[in-house]
């Protein structure tokens, strides 16, 4: 059964700080993903990897950078968190490199930034 | 650019009663289509995939090319159908998930 753990169910962080989302999957997949979670928007991808130390933008990276430095192991950087990142960040994980499968989620942090 | 959308927020029906969730996608090339769930309290899961045509907790979806539509379907609804729903797209041209802004279910008694 594949297991994708996030490091955070709830955060509390005030504008300014450096906040760290990590994420760890057990099932050696190729691909990771984060994405935010808001009512009325849906989810929007933030960055993925199809591999480590390899990043690509999603539609929404202003603001988050990410690192992947080893295989199961993918988290999000908010360089100065501000109010409008408050939000639910998801983390996903999918098998084959470069292919669009069934993607496994993790259980999400509900950040509050104030 | 590729894009979802289901165009409605709220979908409230009767125990019993048919359900379709509507999602519309736009795309140029060949499509991948997906539907996932969100029960309360439990994380985002793959409900069904277009390809696999299968009928998962009595849902099925069907692609209709020729009105970019892949609506959700389920003849009658149970109470533990009531989630939040959402209609993904991929394709070859680009190797991601395209999320719909999602649909909330509630099935009353």
């Known amino acids: 059964d594949v297991k994708v753990t996030q490091s955070s169910r709830y955060l509390v962080k005030r504008t300014g700080e450096k906040v760290f989302l990590e994420c760890v999957q057990d099932?050696?997949?190729?691909?990771m993903f984060w994405y935010r979670q808001d009512p009325g928007l849906g989810l929007r991808l933030i960055y993925f990897?199809?591999?480590?130390?390899?990043?690509e933008k999603g539609d929404i990276p202003e603001g988050y950078s990410v690192s992947r430095e080893k295989k199961e192991r993918f988290s999000l950087i908010l360089e100065s968190a501000s109010t409008n990142q408050t939000s639910m960040y998801l983390c996903a994980s999918s098998p084959i490199r470069g292919q669009v499968y069934e993607q496994y989620f993790g259980p999400g942090t509900r950040l509050t930034v104030t | 650019a590729q894009r979802v959308t289901q165009p409605e927020k709220l979908l409230s029906v009767f125990k019993g009663a048919p359900v379709e969730l509507k999602c519309n996608y736009s795309?140029?090339?060949?499509?991948?289509l997906f539907w996932y769930v969100q029960y309360s309290r439990q994380r985002l899961q793959l409900l069904l995939r277009?390809?696999s045509r299968e009928s998962i907790k009595g849902f099925t979806a069907d692609l209709n090319k020729g009105e970019t539509s892949f609506h959700l379907k389920k003849p009658f609804a149970q109470e533990e159908d009531s989630a939040m729903y959402y209609c993904?797209?991929?394709?070859?041209?680009?190797?991601?998930?395209?999320f719909g802004t999602g649909t909330r279910l509630l099935v009353s008694p």
């Open positions: 990897s199809y591999d480590v130390k390899m990043k």
């Open positions: 277009h390809i």
């Open positions: 099932m050696d997949h190729e691909n």
């Open positions: 795309y140029s090339g060949s499509p991948e």
């Open positions: 993904a797209l991929s394709g070859r041209s680009f190797q991601k998930l395209v």
